[in-house]
């Protein structure tokens, strides 16, 4: 099983300590969500709140391209949100989108998605208007 394997097994058991794991020390992770984090508490502060946030979580790789250095994988993402961000409350969000791994001695030193932003806000109970607002900052 590859690095990127291992990762998705990880989030998907919820397992925070095997999450934190898969990655270097000084490890850098941009999500599309949560932003940019580095470093291990930053990584495991990320992490529990995402598990906070949401349950049911799955996290399929669909397609994997590994190497020593680099891994790319297309995938596909789905969770609940909790009752812990009472707007969305009980959701079901489904998403598609792919990730690049810069690897160092077979685990993850820089993590960063791609996705549909738009799309997952729209499904978060978001209003086209508020979206629009979103996703203007990110330019």
Same mark, same amino acid.
Do not use: K
């Given at each position: #099983?590859?690095?990127?394997?291992?990762? *998705?097994?990880?989030?998907?058991?919820?397992?925070?300590?095997? %999450?934190?794991?898969?990655?270097? *020390?000084?490890?850098? =992770?941009?999500?599309?969500? =949560?932003?940019?984090? *580095?470093?291990?508490?930053?990584?495991r502060?990320?992490?529990?709140?995402?598990?906070?946030?949401?349950?049911?979580?799955?996290? !399929?790789?669909?397609?994997?391209?590994?190497?020593?250095?680099?891994?790319?994988?297309?995938w596909?993402? @789905?969770?609940?949100? @909790?009752?812990?961000?009472?707007? @969305?409350?009980?959701?079901?969000? !489904?998403?598609?989108? #792919?990730? %690049?791994?810069?690897?160092?001695?077979? !685990?993850?030193?820089?993590?960063?998605? =791609?996705?549909?932003?738009?799309?997952? +806000?729209?499904? +978060?109970?978001?209003?086209?208007?508020?979206?629009?607002?979103?996703?203007? !900052?990110? %330019?």
């Amino acid at each position: #099983m590859g690095i990127v394997e291992t990762f *998705a097994a990880a989030f998907n058991r919820r397992d925070v300590a095997g %999450l934190v794991a898969c990655f270097t *020390a000084d490890a850098t =992770y941009v999500d599309g969500f =949560y932003g940019p984090h *580095a470093g291990e508490p930053a990584l495991r502060a990320m992490f529990e709140r995402m598990f906070r946030e949401g349950r049911d979580y799955a996290w !399929r790789m669909d397609t994997i391209v590994e190497t020593g250095a680099r891994a790319a994988a297309e995938w596909t993402f @789905s969770y609940v949100v @909790s009752d812990a961000i009472p707007r @969305s409350a009980g959701r079901a969000i !489904r998403f598609r989108g #792919m990730s %690049l791994f810069e690897l160092d001695g077979g !685990r993850i030193a820089r993590y960063r998605e =791609y996705f549909d932003r738009g799309a997952a +806000l729209l499904q +978060l109970g978001f209003a086209p208007e508020s979206v629009a607002q979103v996703l203007r !900052r990110a %330019l």
